[in-house]
């Protein structure tokens, strides 16, 4: 294995890892919007994660200063800031499965705007994949079946914002990675501290532990994004990102008692098959470029 497929590997175990992390938030937010308000929930999750950054990495608050980007910074943050508002609310009206799956149409989103803005090539078989992924998706979900509404349309909603998100991060893969998250935390505590005085109840030291867990798991959770992005193409990323699904399907059953139906476990294994072909045709391309390069090399 070389050094590119070692990278690709790490990012991938990097993605894969931070989805069990934000499963576990969510599952975590879903149980709590029963008795606290989304928006106060939103305010803890970002006070927390920057709390979580600058106590773990004293050093980044400097790094913000001196970081390049800002404006691509302060808008990714923006968008990550709105897909976490879209997703909290759509787990206070939907159940955590029917969330995730309409969620992880963002992965076709990532693939198709890394053409336009990354000038990424994106390969026929590689969209015929992650279309697979995504009719996994579809599977779990059952458009059809009426249950289209606005938990649906944030979920949505949160989809197209964390899309966006992932490109954004991608375009400033030079910056240092804790500074990346540290302004996802502060544009988004900043914005939800103005409007969160209107939003407030009294909080037990139980209900401020869980805040304090639900930064925590965000900010590590996006820690393993921008360092998978940093080491691969977010197309390439982009259906590894349907493993999560499975996590929240697992949550879904064991903390709230919703078992996987027929359809649920065919999607997930759609899904799952999709990244596994996946990951086996990247190393076979991989193989041919190099066989292809050292041919022309060693050609007279």
Same mark, same amino acid.
């Given at each position: 294995?070389?050094?590119?497929?070692?990278?690709? @590997?790490?990012?991938?175990?990097?993605?894969?890892?931070?989805?069990?992390?934000?499963?576990?938030?969510?599952?975590?937010?879903?149980?709590?919007?029963?008795?606290?308000?989304?928006?106060?929930?939103?305010?803890?999750?970002? $006070? $927390?994660?920057?709390?979580?950054?600058?106590?773990?990495?004293?050093?980044?608050?400097?790094?913000?200063?001196?970081?390049?980007?800002?404006?691509?910074?302060?808008?990714?943050?923006?968008?990550?800031?709105?897909?976490?508002?879209?997703? $909290?609310?759509?787990?206070?009206?939907?159940?955590?499965?029917?969330?995730?799956?309409?969620?992880?149409?963002?992965?076709?989103?990532?693939?198709?705007?890394?053409?336009?803005?990354?000038?990424?090539?994106?390969?026929?078989?590689?969209?015929?994949?992650?279309?697979?992924?995504?009719?996994?998706?579809?599977?779990?979900?059952?458009?059809?079946?009426?249950?289209?509404?606005?938990?649906?349309?944030?979920? @949505?909603?949160?989809?197209?914002?964390?899309?966006?998100?992932?490109?954004?991060?991608?375009?400033?893969?030079?910056?240092?990675?804790?500074?990346? %998250?540290?302004?996802?935390?502060?544009?988004?505590?900043?914005?939800?501290?103005?409007?969160?005085?209107?939003?407030?109840?009294?909080?037990? %030291?139980?209900?401020?532990?869980?805040?304090? @867990?639900?930064?925590?798991?965000?900010?590590?959770?996006?820690?393993?994004?921008? @360092?998978?992005?940093?080491?691969?193409?977010?197309?390439?990323?982009?259906?590894?990102?349907?493993?999560?699904?499975?996590?929240?399907?697992?949550?879904? $059953?064991?903390?709230?008692?919703?078992?996987?139906?027929?359809?649920?476990?065919?999607?997930?294994?759609?899904?799952?098959?999709?990244?596994?072909?996946?990951?086996?045709?990247?190393?076979?391309?991989?193989?041919?470029?190099?066989?292809?390069?050292?041919?022309?090399?060693?050609?007279?």
């Amino acid at each position: 294995m070389n050094q590119e497929q070692r990278q690709a @590997l790490l990012a991938i175990l990097l993605l894969v890892s931070s989805g069990i992390l934000f499963v576990i938030m969510n599952t975590i937010v879903k149980a709590m919007t029963a008795t606290m308000d989304t928006m106060v929930i939103t305010w803890g999750r970002y $006070f $927390f994660h920057v709390a979580f950054v600058i106590l773990v990495f004293p050093k980044a608050a400097f790094g913000v200063f001196r970081s390049g980007q800002v404006a691509v910074q302060i808008g990714r943050s923006v968008l990550l800031l709105g897909s976490t508002v879209a997703n $909290f609310l759509a787990l206070s009206l939907m159940s955590l499965a029917d969330v995730s799956a309409i969620i992880f149409t963002a992965p076709i989103l990532v693939a198709f705007l890394a053409v336009l803005v990354l000038k990424e090539r994106v390969a026929a078989w590689r969209w015929a994949l992650i279309g697979l992924g995504f009719s996994g998706a579809l599977i779990i979900i059952q458009p059809g079946g009426g249950g289209f509404g606005l938990g649906a349309v944030l979920s @949505l909603a949160c989809a197209c914002c964390y899309a966006l998100y992932q490109i954004t991060t991608r375009m400033v893969r030079e910056a240092e990675p804790i500074v990346s %998250l540290l302004y996802g935390g502060l544009v988004g505590v900043v914005a939800v501290s103005l409007v969160v005085p209107f939003y407030w109840q009294p909080l037990a %030291l139980t209900d401020w532990a869980i805040l304090v @867990l639900i930064g925590s798991l965000g900010a590590a959770g996006h820690l393993l994004v921008i @360092l998978a992005l940093q080491r691969a193409e977010a197309s390439k990323m982009a259906p590894f990102t349907y493993v999560q699904l499975v996590w929240a399907m697992l949550a879904s $059953f064991l903390v709230f008692g919703d078992p996987p139906g027929p359809a649920t476990l065919l999607g997930a294994a759609v899904i799952v098959t999709s990244g596994l072909l996946l990951y086996r045709m990247d190393l076979r391309e991989a193989a041919v470029k190099r066989l292809t390069s050292s041919r022309q090399t060693t050609a007279p």
